[in-house]
């Protein structure tokens, strides 16, 4: 697919400078987390930013769990192996561990994932940002502008394709035109709520999916905010993290593959990745724990509990 390098013109710079700096070495590091009466963001600066290496096992039978929920998870890493016939707990960010073990989850459902049932191949995901914020973004800190580029546009971060053509857009007209709300779990969850009802459409193909990744106060609300105020710091919405669930571990040419699932609240889609590993998303849009079983036709069964309103990207080979 052909890239749009003049619409990028200010990211650009910023790739020549990162590729001068190996990747290789970038560490898994946490969000910084920061509380707005309206929920939780993740605060980048020129000393630090969060990062995530691909958690994605190479042995058989071993799983790994990147969770995110409304509580403060933001791409935490649960490890574990299949056909044990015990419960792994995924502990949200603000629950007592013993409290999380001895409550009884209020559902449970049951994942049926078969990676010989095939659809449509996806088309990857393509992120934007507007002329103005361009501009805008030249006015910080190299590094942090560095970060901005390391955070969707590299394996560490969410690998979000920088193209400016449009396909399928997830945004929302409603999304882009309201005040940003800071800390929005409910805007990030109806994103991913949207994306997951698309890729589970029982089609050939599916065109890129499209989303402005980066505003201002005053642009609408976006994965990322900047704060155009002191040009010191940007903010990672929830939308960035429930969006990097998919842009992180489902690259374009993954294929869809059978994920049975019978609970309306909870959502799942399956992929199989081109290096044949098995990425499973699932979203629990319940105001309560659920416990979750996936029975794969080549690995066998697991079970989680997953706290409620969270998001979680199951990835083996």
Not at 71 to 95: C, E, P, V, W
Not at 208 to 234: K, R, S
Not at 280 to 308: E, M
Request: proline share 4%; net charge negative; with cysteine.
């Amino acid at each position: 697919m052909a890239k749009n390098m003049n619409s990028m013109g200010f990211f650009l710079a910023i790739s020549l400078i990162g590729m001068l700096v190996s990747h290789s070495n970038q560490e898994t590091l946490p969000c910084a987390l920061k509380e707005y009466s309206t929920g939780l963001v993740c605060v980048c600066n020129a000393k630090y930013c969060d990062y995530l290496d691909d958690p994605t096992p190479s042995e058989e039978y071993v799983f790994a769990v990147v969770s995110s929920s409304k509580s403060g998870l933001r791409f935490a890493t649960t490890h574990g192996q299949f056909n044990l016939y015990k419960k792994y707990y995924i502990f949200d960010y603000d629950q007592l561990i013993a409290r999380s073990m001895e409550a009884p989850a209020a559902e449970s459902i049951e994942i049926e994932v078969d990676r010989e049932q095939r659809w449509q191949k996806t088309e990857g995901f393509i992120g934007s940002i507007s002329d103005s914020i361009e501009n805008i973004l030249k006015m910080f800190p190299k590094k942090l502008r560095k970060h901005i580029y390391q955070s969707f546009f590299t394996q560490h971060g969410i690998n979000v394709d920088f193209i400016r053509d449009l396909g399928f857009d997830v945004s929302e007209k409603s999304l882009e035109d309201s005040d940003p709300i800071f800390g929005s779990w409910e805007r990030g969850e109806q994103f991913a709520q949207n994306l997951l009802k698309y890729l589970n459409t029982d089609s050939n193909e599916t065109e890129p999916i499209n989303c402005n990744i980066l505003l201002d106060y005053e642009g609408g609300d976006a994965p990322m905010i900047a704060n155009t105020t002191n040009h010191f710091e940007v903010y990672k919405q929830p939308l960035f993290y429930t969006m990097g669930h998919f842009t992180k571990f489902i690259a374009g040419g993954s294929v869809r593959i059978a994920a049975e699932n019978k609970n309306d609240n909870v959502d799942v889609v399956a992929f199989l990745r081109a290096d044949q590993s098995v990425a499973v998303i699932i979203l629990n849009r319940n105001p309560v724990s659920v416990d979750v079983g996936i029975q794969d036709t080549y690995r066998g069964a697991v079970l989680f509990k997953i706290p409620p309103h969270s998001i979680h990207t199951v990835l083996y080979i």
